[in-house]
């Protein structure tokens, strides 16, 4: 069973950057692609990044210019560097991870942008 572990979340300042990684179980050459997702209270959970195994990365409108997706795929880490942060990026954010059918999610970690 795949498992994936995020860290990186934590309060900070408008204007502020945060970097989030998530750690995999398992190769992740195994996943076609990988990816960030969000919830805010009260909200539906909304898809913020991602990408594939070839590189190739996708954003939502929102964080374009701000957020940057990336991989290490020795170090079998997904990363999300998260700069000029504003209070409506506090979220939940969560790992997500596709190989053909099969998605794993991690437990996410708390983004809190507050002055």
Not at 2 to 18: N, T, Y
Not at 28 to 57: D, H, L
Not at 68 to 83: F, G, K, P
Request: net charge positive; aromatic share 10%.
């Amino acid at each position: 069973q795949v498992q994936l572990v995020e860290s990186g979340g934590g309060l900070v300042q408008p204007g502020g950057s945060l970097r989030l990684s998530c750690a995999a179980s398992v190769s992740i050459f195994s996943f076609n692609i990988m990816g960030w997702y969000r919830q805010a209270p009260g909200k539906q959970r909304e898809w913020v990044a991602s990408i594939t195994t070839g590189g190739s990365t996708n954003y939502v409108d929102s964080v374009k210019g701000r957020f940057t997706i990336s991989r290490d795929n020795a170090e079998m880490t997904l990363y999300l560097q998260m700069n000029s942060l504003k209070p409506e990026d506090t979220a939940v954010y969560y790992c997500h991870a596709r190989s053909g059918l099969f998605n794993s999610w991690g437990q996410g970690t708390q983004v809190t942008v507050s002055s």
